[in-house]
């Protein structure tokens, strides 16, 4: 197994490196990495740049295999990576996606000011932790019959505005609008359904939450401005996904994956890479299925945007305003054309950072470009930044989507003590409520890379450029 170390990389500036084609005979195009040179020191300790180059070999790749700054070790594929193939004579790879399909995060604004409301963030956050459930396996009050479910995985979060759970703006307000045309309700297992009947509205467990915060800093006045941004502003980041149904389908289709792999009697360096040709009837399968779940996720997000909104009628007394931002999600295939070409383009680990002008964005954001949302790891800072044109030249419209972890969720708990660090961060301000200490010590700070750095990074590139800096006041985690 040949991994690459500091001296295969080529420096081709202060922030972009290179794995030539020539390092592994196999490679169909290089492998490149947006980081920093310090950021190394973290890269080189797992196996990620060799899972980017095993991904720069499959068939059919375009340009190169992509790695953004908070890249780190995945099932197959490097969380914090992009991959695009060929339309024509590309492949589809559920492990390049991921098991949480359409993980992702939704920014919510307030008017309040947080000295105004400082004294009941504590109960805030309280609240927030009961109206969403949240655990490993949580059920939500919502058990979805058969009907119902169809409507979730072909409508996604257009379904729970029909139903009234959703104001219009949070669709113009969401990627997609909230769905994806062609999921298929067929393409989506028993076992996927039934695991994802009744947790519509719920957070989950692992780096999941639900956080309130207060905007430190504003670093473009005119484009915050439009989006209803101020310093001292209170703001909710929502990070949450498809939950066991999108698993569900992800295990699935990796499996017939793996047959196909077998039937066909290819050989891959990494198994958990397995493909189907993008026009074969189980990749066209796993499509569907992965829109139907990332469908699902965006119906998910809606209902917790709406018992959210709850709490806050319920701490505050009365009906409160708070209106989206954006929502991204992270791991997702979509259909995309760069230099006037159709690709399969997979973001695992990464968002969408569309500039403005681009087609696909509601007029709000054809204006200014799209909001993308970074969040730090937990107790630390998060960022909005806008997409900017040389994503398009560059990083086939990606940016990164959080800090990237240096240290398995085992290590975090063996050497992090969850009360300890709940203590720690009441003590800088943070109201906590976790369902699980264990869970809590996974997700501390130390346990992920500084998200400045990483967003330091891309926007030195240029791909996107900061726009918001905000802070935690108030952490709900399963």
Known sequence: MKIPQRNDLVKISDYIWEIPKSFREDMKVPARIFASEKMFDDILED????????????PGIYGYALAMPDIHEGYGAS????????????????????????CGVRLLRSDFYYEEIKDKIPKLAEEIFRQVPSGVGRGGFWK???????????????????????????????ESFGKLEGAETEAVSKTAKDRGRDQLGTMGAGNHFVEVQRIQEIYDKEIAQKLGLEKGK?????????????HQVATDYIRKALNYLDKQKIELIDRELAYFPYNHKDGQNYLAAMK??????????????????????????????????????????KIEEYNDR????????????????????????????QP?????????????????????????????????????????????????????????????????????????????????????VVHQIGIAKKLAKLVPVGIVKG
């Not at 196996?47 to 499959?58: D, E, F, H």
């Not at 995985?153 to 949070?170: M, P, R, S, T, W």
């Not at 209170?234 to 999108?246: E, F, K």
Request: charged share 25%; glycine share 10%.
């Open 342 to 369: 159709k690709l399969i383009v997979h973001r695992k680990g990464a968002t969408r950072a569309f500039w403005k002008k681009h087609p696909e964005l509601s007029t709000k954001y054809r204006e200014i470009g």
């Open 144 to 174: 979805l019959n058969k009907d119902e479910m169809k409507k979730v995985l072909e409508n996604g979060a257009q379904y729970i505005f029909e139903l009234g759970y959703a104001e219009k703006e949070d669709l113009e307000a969401t």
């Open 79 to 102: 969380i914090g990576s992009v991959a695009a193939f060929g339309y024509e004579n590309g492949i589809i790879s559920p492990a390049i996606t991921g098991y949480d399909i359409n």
């Open 47 to 58: 196996k990620s740049l060799w899972q980017l180059v095993n991904v720069a070999s499959l």
């Open 292 to 333: 139907a779940a990332a469908n699902f996720a965006w119906a998910n997000r809606q209902m917790i945007t709406y018992q959210v909104r709850k709490a806050f009628k319920k701490v505050f007394g009365k009906e409160i305003k708070l209106t989206q931002v954006y929502d991204v999600a992270h791991n997702i295939i």
């Open 372 to 456: 993308t949302l970074i969040p730090g790891s937990m107790g630390t800072s998060s960022y909005i930044l806008i997409g900017q044109e040389l994503a398009k030249e560059i990083s086939f419209g990606s940016a990164p989507h959080g800090a990237g972890r240096v240290m398995s969720r085992s290590e975090a708990k063996r050497k992090i003590r969850g009360s300890e660090l709940k203590k720690e961060l009441e003590k800088i301000g943070i109201a906590v409520f976790a369902g699980s200490m264990s869970g809590l010590a996974e997700e501390a700070p130390a346990a992920y890379k500084d998200v400045s750095e990483v967003v330091e």
């Open 234 to 246: 209170i703001t909710v980041l929502i990070h949450c996904g498809s939950r066991g149904l999108g």
